[in-house]
């Protein structure tokens, strides 16, 4: 699997698969939540209505509708509470869940947002230590990973994890059906 990493926004990828940084109730939110129903309309709201919540450290798909992608793939971060609950185990689990889930949809390319390190307030060197080393240990179907930094510092945290800066926002990597 190939990982690269961006600044952009997660909305515009043309990848067959965007990861949402959600809640339990999948029913939307602030954040990249909120941007990823601004841009995918209406249908999806009803459409992770139907899914029932989703768990911390599990992942559920949805079709991207008005979105570029053809998936999006709810994930439900950990709160961060000082790191003595598990939270560590939980954000692995998030990227693991999302790759087997991406890899079931026969998706193989996929974007991520730093899952936990906004209103989760995940301490975002360490989110993204996990983040790389996880999807590292992974194998998978899914060809190409775009971690999605939304600022530099981001950016640079995980070019720091030895990912390569990816080359343009807009390459078209979207399977053919
Ligand atoms: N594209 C890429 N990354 C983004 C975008 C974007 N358009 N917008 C924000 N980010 P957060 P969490 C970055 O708070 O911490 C929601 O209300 C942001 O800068 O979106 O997992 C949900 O409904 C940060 O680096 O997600 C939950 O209730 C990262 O995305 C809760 O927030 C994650 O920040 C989840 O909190």
């Given at each position: ?107 193989t ?33 899914v060809r190409r ?33």
């Amino acid at each position: 699997m190939e990982l690269e990493v961006i600044v952009g926004d997660i909305t515009r990828q043309k990848v067959d698969a965007i990861v949402n940084a959600a809640n339990q109730t999948l029913l939307g939110g602030g954040g990249v939540d909120g941007a990823i129903h601004r841009a995918a309309g209406p249908r999806l709201l009803e459409a992770c209505a139907k899914l029932g919540g989703c768990h911390t450290g599990d992942a559920k798909a949805t079709p991207g509708f008005d979105l570029p992608c053809r998936w999006v793939i709810h994930t439900v971060g950990p709160v961060w509470y000082g790191g003595g609950g598990g939270e560590d185990l939980a954000l692995a689990s998030c990227y693991r869940r999302s790759i087997e889930v991406a890899d079931r949809l026969g998706a193989t390319t996929v974007a991520f947002p730093a899952i936990s390190t906004g209103a989760y307030g995940f301490p975002p060197d360490q989110a993204a230590a996990i983040a790389v080393s996880t999807l590292r240990s992974l194998t998978a179907k899914v060809r190409r990973v775009r971690l999605i930094a939304f600022d530099q510092r981001t950016f640079r945290l995980l070019e720091r994890q030895g990912v390569e800066p990816g080359s343009s926002e807009d390459f078209d990597s979207l399977t053919p059906p």
